[in-house]
């Protein structure tokens, strides 16, 4: 079955540009998550949905970032203004349900800021 | 905080075994392994939960000591595949929705 994927899969944005990050979960999953990944480092936490309800946006580094999910379904990322820092792999991961359980990751935007 | 593994990186021959840790200065309530190849999505392995629990996922198996605060990794009999870098993500309580904090990760190479 399809897996969770991302779109772009590179994005190369000159300083001060706005981008938007897309992430298609799996059909049916409740939870969406979104990460970012620094070279040589584990993913960080960025913020969390259940549908379309964002319950958790504790991860998100400045009021440059915004994140959404309208339908319960798609998530948008979306980073304004963008800095050198902001450079990194974005990772989606969409679960079953709420809680503890397996997320299935998407294979990542690579953002990088020029 | 996120969790501290160790080593860093492990180099090993195919069919040696290797043990990664992952330590949490806080309580857990569970613990999650995933191994991730270069460029490409991370990809789940196990989840432990509180309570001591041992599992297992082929020739790789996983504990979880709740008092020490750590989960290790056990890789048994290791093949060209587990090569990759292996992230242990923790869950600091069952109301925390999933949200995982991870390890910078151990990045295993195994050769023939």
């Known amino acids: 079955g399809a897996g969770v994927s991302q779109s772009p899969r590179y994005k190369v944005a000159k300083r001060g540009q706005d981008v938007a990050l897309r992430c298609d979960p799996i059909?049916?999953?409740?939870?969406l998550f979104w990460y970012q990944q620094a070279l040589g480092q584990g993913p960080e936490f960025l913020t969390y949905?259940?549908?379309?309800?964002?319950?958790?946006k504790s991860g998100l580094p400045s009021d440059r970032f915004f994140a959404e999910r309208p339908e319960g379904s798609v998530s948008t990322l979306k980073i304004q203004r963008t800095q050198q820092e902001d450079s990194a792999v974005y990772l989606c991961?969409?679960?079953?349900?709420?809680?503890?359980?397996?997320?299935?990751f998407g294979p990542g935007t690579r953002l990088t800021v020029t | 905080q996120q969790p501290v593994q160790s080593p860093q990186a492990v180099i090993l021959r195919e069919g040696e075994d290797a043990v990664i840790n992952c330590s949490s200065s806080?309580?857990?309530?569970?613990v999650h392994w995933y191994r991730q190849k270069h460029g490409e999505a991370p990809v789940f392995l196990m989840i432990?939960?509180?309570?001591?629990e041992q599992k297992g996922h082929d020739k790789i198996s996983a504990s979880f000591n709740e008092k020490k605060q750590q989960s290790s990794l056990y890789l048994t009999a290791s093949q060209l595949s587990y090569s990759g870098t292996y992230f242990c993500?923790?869950?600091?309580?069952?109301?925390?929705?999933?949200?995982?904090?991870f390890g910078a990760g151990t990045q295993v190479v195994v050769t023939p």
């Open positions: 949905f259940q549908n379309e309800a964002q319950l958790d």
């Open positions: 432990l939960l509180k309570g001591g």
């Open positions: 806080k309580a857990l309530y569970s």
């Open positions: 991961a969409s679960s079953t349900q709420q809680g503890t359980y397996e997320q299935y």
């Open positions: 993500g923790t869950e600091p309580g069952s109301d925390s929705w999933g949200k995982l904090q």
């Open positions: 059909s049916g999953h409740v939870s």
